[in-house]
């Protein structure tokens, strides 16, 4: 008789039993888990917030990633005294929806935009002081954006 549901969950890469993480969807072995943040976290390092404008209740970020030159991303930040809105630009300069990295029969895809948004909580939201935050998305169709400027 088949008894699915009590058979041990396997960890899904190296297929060992004693699957420990993430912490309530376990799937990996303390190994495997290890090296898949390892990998994720040389994918984000790849990625470079710059912070140009500083003002007490906002800032705004351009997104580099290291294979580009130009910026491929924009980070708005306003903190209203109690959370903070997130505004981020993509700009179609860069392969955002495609996974960041492989590994060998890994269920579980990330893709680029997904890592940046770990790196926006490590990088901008956390030194913020952390709390409640919330985060849009937009996808630019310019590749960069039209500057203007002036005074009244
Ligand atoms: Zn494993």
Redesign the pocket.
Known sequence: MARKGTEPIR?A??S?KDVVEPRGDER??R??WDKKIAVEDIVAREFTLKRYIRAQSAEKYLVYHATQKRPVGMIMVIDDGFDLFLTVLLYPTFTWEDPAYHLEKDPEQRTFHEILVDVIAADIIEPWGGGKWHLEVFRSTAPEPEDWNGEM
Do not use: E, N
Request: aromatic fraction near 12%; include cysteine; proline fraction near 0%.
């Open positions: 960890c890469l190296c060992a990996y072995c190994d495997c």
